[in-house]
């Protein structure tokens, strides 16, 4: 290895990078048009959502909660009187949200026992989620006025700390998934792009244009090439995730809950499984366009479906189960989701960033086996 | 310098085998310019690529430079120069960034390179164009600029691997006599390989390469002394036949040359196809009459093939008339497909269909059908001597006879116009031969044949030449015409090289340098 040449070569590619539209596309623009297409998605203002309110019987107490609800000017509310209407009506789809008050709503409220029951349709499951947020933050700033003997708690909105308990039931859709589960889930698809995609594309090409052909021909050795297009490639990787965790957490408030350190450094550990992986495919093919097949195949796509991004592991079949725990972006999926919206879980953490590990040492021995200096 | 013994190399498995080398043994001297010449497919870019150890032999062995091309690849790499026939140049990096890389690569000192590549700058005439990006050089300069590449480390050995294909003669003149001065003033070896035989007079060895074996090795003369005997003064070409099959063919002759009445069947006028601001083909005009033998000549991106497509319909022209038969060509589209046949320089028939599927499925699409099909492929199979391929799967023949199915199969509907692009380039010299004596019976027959070719021996076989540059016509006329207008110049080869320059500025420029090197080499 000599540094010189690793350094020509990491020019040469530096250059080739910025010259080239596509990784430019690929690496900046394709996390701002991702995240502002979902992060629109999340951050919609739900108007007029048809609410269903039951009430059992008139008391001071539904009148003041459906009054709220009604001034409020984000629900379209109507009142019945018995649980099965309210069942009819969301089957029906002419409400998508049904409130249940309890019977002797204004007894428990001087007990201050107030359990409350919220059956959201979720079908489609971040608005159904956002519904169910905004009926909570309604119902906190009504509960003191329903228990008005306690003094407002300053600190708001705990609700269960003022005796009064919500339950919620997500029709349809058990699982649901937190909207928030989709910052996540788009940086993982753009390292993986820019990791696997992008890397195995720009190497193809050179075998494509002969262009190792002539360098193999020259003292520079494999592992040079291999090193200064993973650098470089890396750089363009951590640009993208850098602008997909600051428009997620600044623009659209994705709680960043662990140590970002920690973050980017598993970030960075997957980054090198996918450059490793992309390396790995284009040096079999040799060709471009079966190289972005065989990366879309076998990393872009179970980044998608295996990974705990769109669909919950634990509701596939033990087989889809099983073949999951070979597809690396389940581990990041899992470690960015507890790293963003959870926190620093230190088992969870090591279990996936050692498995990542794993992953990045056997794909990039694999990689240099295949890149020998020969055709 | 270089020594091959016994070498064997086999790609594929089982059935799909394919010897690309076999039992190739042979010696090269320093300081002298080897040609590696065969057809396509004979192997020569295998041998290259274990010359440059980048290939391990299957049996025998390779030694350059004294070292074992196996066991010290590495080694090997670090002092010859290779330019392999993709150039490898990096398209998106300007010419000096690329001469850069590679001077970075070999680690040569600043100080080094600072004499060295503008010398090597101006002896390839690439100096003005230093910030231009590779991707948009011409085909010629990117040559010369992946020479450059090559040789900025001073190697011992330079390797290249048809340093010449698809440029036009003027280039290829160029590239051959820049190797000369390299080898003369660097004290350099060079091995390059080419399809074209008539390069092999550049060369002071010839290496003959047909179907991965070595046929003879020698200097151009005693190669040509091989056809002594067959036939006069033989050509290179000859003594390559005779060595394939020990015999040389009869020389062609048109039987019923043109007649000046022939009716005339396409004429153009004032032909123009522009794509956006670009001029590719600019105010063309030509007649071609029944019975005709019309040679388009000119450079990659002369505007030949666009001019082509034109003609077939397949491209509206800006402006100017293409009248076939006397009628616009836009009206009588069918009619002048149905009686058209077209080769095109790509092999574009269904590789996994077996020949005779290819001849049934261009026959019926050209609407010959039943019995007459069938009496059209025996015809085919005869002609073209494809009769012991008929079931053999399209991708499996070799190069001569890929090219000779597709002219069968646009044969097949008698068509009585026929084009043929570039048709026979990368052939070896028997299919070229049994292809222009078919061309040749056409034409006697009364079809009108338009062609293009980068060989200046098929140009002989044409009744008229139209060379082109830039999209313009800057000489038209019989082989003879076309050596006056050139200055009596003694080849048409030469012709077309004076008339090329003389037409353009620039290339002029380029033209007196190349004397220039010529001189300086000599």
């Known amino acids: 290895m000599s540094p010189s040449r690793i350094f020509a070569l990491m020019g040469k590619e530096f250059r080739q990078l910025v010259r080239d539209p596509l990784s430019i596309a690929l690496g900046i623009l394709l996390p701002v048009v991702l995240l502002l297409i979902c992060g629109y998605g999340m951050s919609t203002d739900i108007r007029n959502i048809k609410m269903a309110v039951v009430v059992p019987e008139p008391s001071r107490e539904a009148s003041l909660i459906i009054s709220r609800f009604q001034s409020n000017g984000f629900f379209d509310s109507v009142t019945v009187h018995s649980t099965q209407e309210a069942e009819e009506l969301l089957h029906r789809h002419v409400v998508d949200v049904c409130l249940f008050l309890p019977h002797d709503l204004a007894k428990k409220c001087r007990e201050r026992d107030v359990e409350l029951l919220v059956a959201v349709n979720a079908s489609n499951p971040s608005p159904a989620f956002l519904k169910k947020g905004y009926i909570e933050t309604v119902l906190a700033g009504v509960a003191p006025q329903l228990l008005s003997e306690t003094p407002p708690d300053p600190s708001g909105s705990q609700l269960s700390g003022m005796g009064f308990t919500i339950h919620s039931r997500q029709w349809f859709n058990e699982e649901n998934r937190s909207a928030y589960s989709i910052v996540p889930g788009i940086i993982v698809i753009i390292l993986t792009i820019i990791g696997a995609l992008l890397t195995s594309m720009v190497m193809a090409r050179e075998y494509e244009q002969g262009n190792l052909e002539s360098m193999f021909v020259t003292p520079m050795r494999s592992s040079e090439i291999l090193l200064a297009k993973m650098t470089v490639n890396f750089g363009l990787g951590m640009v993208g995730l850098g602008i997909s965790l600051f428009i997620g957490c600044v623009l659209f408030g994705v709680p960043m809950r662990g140590n970002p350190f920690i973050l980017i450094g598993g970030s960075c550990i997957y980054l090198i499984v996918s450059l490793c992986i992309g390396l790995l495919i284009s040096s079999l093919t040799k060709n471009q366009f079966l190289a972005v097949s065989g990366t879309i195949i076998t990393t872009f796509l179970p980044s998608y479906i295996l990974s705990g991004f769109l669909f919950e592991i634990k509701s596939m079949p033990p087989f889809l189960q099983l073949l999951t725990n070979f597809v690396p972006a389940r581990y990041y999926v899992d470690f960015l989701q507890t790293s963003l919206l959870v926190g620093d879980v230190w088992p969870n953490i090591l279990k996936n960033l050692t498995a990542l590990t794993l992953f990045a040492v056997l794909f990039f021995i694999l990689a240099k086996v295949k890149n020998p200096k020969r055709l | ?522």
């Not at chain 2, 036939?231 to 000859?238: C, K, L, Y």
């Not at chain 2, 492929?377 to 890929?402: C, T, V, Y």
Request: charged residues 25%; neutral net charge.
């Open chain 2, 1 to 522: 310098m270089i020594e091959c013994r016994d070498l064997t190399k086999t790609f594929g498995f089982g059935k799909e085998k394919l010897k690309a080398l076999d039992g190739v043994s042979f010696r090269i001297a320093p300081g002298q310019i080897a040609g590696l010449l065969g057809p396509d497919g004979a192997g020569k870019t295998t041998l290259m690529r274990h010359l440059c150890g980048l290939l391990r032999p299957d049996s025998g062995s390779v030694s350059v430079l004294g070292l074992d091309s196996v066991r010290e690849s590495a080694k090997i790499q670090n002092q010859v120069g290779y330019v392999p026939q993709k150039f490898g140049l990096y398209e998106n990096l300007t010419v000096a960034e690329n001469i850069q890389l590679y001077a970075s690569l070999h680690g040569i000192p600043k100080s080094d390179l600072a004499q060295r590549v503008p010398r090597l700058l101006k002896i390839t005439l690439l100096e003005r164009f230093t910030e231009r990006m590779a991707g948009k050089l011409s085909g010629g300069m990117k040559q010369k600029l992946a020479l450059i590449c090559a040789l900025i480390s001073r190697p011992r050995l330079m390797l290249l691997d048809e340093p010449t294909v698809g440029v036009d003669v003027l280039a290829r003149r160029e590239m051959w006599l820049i190797l000369r001065r390299i080898v003369e003033e660097e004290n350099m070896t060079v091995v390059a390989s080419t399809a074209y035989l008539d390069e092999a007079d550049y060369c002071d060895q010839t290496l003959i390469l047909f179907e991965g074996r070595l046929l003879a090795q020698g200097t151009p003369e005693e190669i040509r002394k091989k056809a002594e005997g067959l036939t006069e003064s033989p050509t290179f070409e000859e003594a390559f036949q005779a060595l394939i099959c020990g015999s040389v063919p009869q020389r062609l002759v048109r039987k019923n040359p043109v007649r000046e009445d022939a009716p005339v069947r396409i004429r153009v006028e004032n032909l123009v196809q522009r794509f956006g601001n670009f001029t590719a083909v600019d105010q063309i005009s030509f007649k071609i009459r029944s019975g005709e033998i019309f040679g388009l000549l000119g450079a990659n991106g002369a505007g030949k093939t666009t001019t082509f497509r034109m003609l077939c319909g397949l491209n509206r022209p800006t402006e100017g008339q293409i009248e076939v038969d006397g009628k616009p060509l836009t009206q009588n589209l069918e009619k002048m497909r149905a009686q058209t046949g077209y080769v095109a320089q790509k092999f574009s028939l269904y590789g996994d269909l077996s020949v005779r599927q290819n001849m049934e499925f261009y026959g019926g699409a050209y609407g010959v059908r039943g019995k007459l099909l069938q009496e059209r492929i025996a015809w085919a199979m005869d002609a073209f001597q494809l009769g012991p391929f008929a079931r053999m799967n399209a991708e499996k023949l070799s190069m001569g006879f890929k090219r000779r199915l597709a002219m069968a199969c646009a044969l097949l509907h008698e068509p009585s116009i026929v084009f043929l692009d570039e048709a026979t380039s990368g052939t070896d010299p028997i299919s070229r031969h049994e292809f222009w004596k078919r061309i040749l019976e056409l034409a006697d027959s009364g079809v009108a044949v338009i062609i293009t070719t980068h060989f200046m021996d098929e140009a002989q076989y044409c009744d008229r030449i139209l060379i082109m540059r830039d999209g313009r016509s800057i000489a038209v006329g019989s082989a003879e015409e076309i050596r006056k207008l050139g200055g009596n110049a003694e080849t048409l080869e030469d012709a077309f090289v004076a008339l090329v320059s003389d037409d353009h500025p620039e290339t002029q420029t380029e033209t007196h340098s190349v004397s220039a090197v010529q001189e300086d080499g000599k």
